[in-house]
C-alpha cells in the first residue's frame, strides 16, 4: 500500500543576487517528496541549503519559483494553512527566560488562535517530561528540559509534521538519548518528522529515508538501506597467531588499512574482490586466523562521496 505525500517539492529554486552574472542558487530545482509516517532524514554539509528548505516551508524565505505543497496546501495559495500543518523545532534555544513552561505553551496556543478548551498544554508538558516543571521559570530549566520545551511548542496546535533542525547539535550523549525517544514516541503516534543532522550514524539508524543536499542540489534520495547498499568498499579484520606481509594491490583494489601485532585490516572493492580470495591470501602465508570481523561501511561513506566536490 502506498502511502500519501504530506510534502511535495517540484522544481524549487532559491536564487539570491539574481540580477548579478552570478546568481547564487541556495536551492537549486529541487524535487522532492516526503511521505505520511516516516522519519526523513535532510543531510548536507553546511550551506548545502537546508536551513533555506526549512524556512521555505515555515514562511520565512520567499522561494524565487516552484511548487510546494504541504498536507495537501499549496504554499502560494494556502500560507497559513501550511504553516498550520508543521511544527517546527529550532537549533537555536530561544525561550523567554521569564517564563514558565506552561506560559509558554499557553502564549504559543494563542498565537495559533486555539481556544482554551480545546488546548492540550498538560498532555503536552507530559509527553516531554516537563510536567513536574510545568510552573518553573525557563531560566532555571537544565539544557536538556529547554531542547524539550523547543519540542512542546512546536506541538501546541497538534501539527501532522514535524521539523527538527539539528536537534541534537551541540548536546551531550544522555541528552541526545532522551531527545530521539521523544522523537520516537511523536512517530509512533502518527507525527511525521523530518529531521536535519551532521549526526550521520543518527540518521543512519532512525531514519526511513534519506535526502543530502549540496550546494543547493539533491545528490541522493532513496532508503536508508539502498544508500548503504550502494557503499563499494569494505573491510575485513584479521586476528593471526604471527604477523604476515601482504602488499597493497596483491589481489585487485586490496588495500592495508591498518597494521599492528598480530592484526592486520584490509580493505577492497567489493565488486571486484571476494572475502574468500583474500582469506585464500592470508592462509597462503602459513598463519592460522585466530578471528575474522568485516565492517561493511557506514552512511558516512556515502555522505562524503556525494558532497566532496
Known amino acids: 500500500m502506498n502511502k500519501k505525500n504530506v510534502i511535495s517539492v517540484k522544481k524549487l529554486n532559491k536564487i539570491y543576487s539574481k540580477k548579478s552574472s552570478n546568481p547564487i542558487y541556495a536551492i537549486n530545482n529541487l524535487n522532492l517528496d516526503v511521505q505520511e509516517g516516516e522519519i ?4 548536507g554539509p553546511n550551506g ?3 536551513t533555506t528548505f526549512i524556512n521555505i516551508l515555515a514562511g520565512t524565505v520567499i522561494k524565487s519559483s516552484g511548487e510546494v505543497n ?3 496546501f499549496d504554499l ?5 494553512q501550511v504553516r498550520a500543518s508543521i511544527g517546527i523545532v529550532p537549533q537555536e534555544v530561544n525561550l523567554d527566560p521569564f517564563f514558565s513552561p506552561r506560559n509558554l505553551l499557553e502564549l504559543q496556543a494563542g498565537l495559533y488562535g486555539i481556544k482554551k478548551k ?7 508538558l507530559k509527553l516531554v517530561s516537563l510536567e513536574d516543571h510545568a510552573n518553573s521559570y525557563a531560566r532555571s530549566l537544565s539544557g536538556g528540559m529547554k531542547r524539550r520545551l523547543l519540542i512542546a511548542k512546536s506541538l501546541v496546535h497538534q501539527p501532522p509534521i514535524v521539523i ?3 536537534p541534537t547539535a551541540g548536546v551531550d550523549v544522555e541528552l541526545r538519548k532522551n531527545l530521539w525517544k521523544n522523537v520516537k514516541s511523536l512517530h509512533e503516534q502518527g507525527v511525521t518528522i523530518i529531521l536535519t543532522t551532521h549526526y550521520i550514524t543518527e540518521a543512519e539508524e532512525v531514519c526511513d529515508r534519506i535526502g543530502i543536499l549540496n550546494k543547493g542540489n539533491l545528490v541522493a534520495l532513496d532508503s536508508t538501506k539502498n544508500l548503504l547498499s550502494k557503499i563499494q568498499t ?3 579484520k584479521f586476528k593471526l597467531d604471527k604477523n604476515i606481509q601482504i602488499k597493497n594491490n596483491q589481489l585487485d583494489s586490496l588495500k592495508i588499512a591498518n597494521a599492528s601485532e598480530n592484526e592486520i585490516t584490509l580493505s577492497y572493492d567489493k565488486n571486484r574482490i571476494k572475502i574468500e580470495e583474500i582469506i585464500q ?7 592460522k586466523i585466530l578471528d575474522i570481523s568485516t565492517d561493511d561501511g557506514d552512511l558516512e561513506e556515502v555522505f562524503i562521496g556525494l558532497t566532496k566536490n
Open 40 to 43: 526523513f532524514g535532510l543531510l
Open 281 to 287: 591470501l592470508i592462509k597462503k602465508e602459513n598463519v
Open 234 to 236: 569494505k573491510k575485513v
Open 164 to 166: 527538527l533542525d539539528e
Open 118 to 124: 480545546d488546548r492540550i498544554t498538560d498532555t503536552i
Open 70 to 72: 504541504v498536507w495537501g
Open 76 to 80: 502560494d495559495k494556502n500560507p497559513r
Open 48 to 50: 548545502a541549503g537546508k
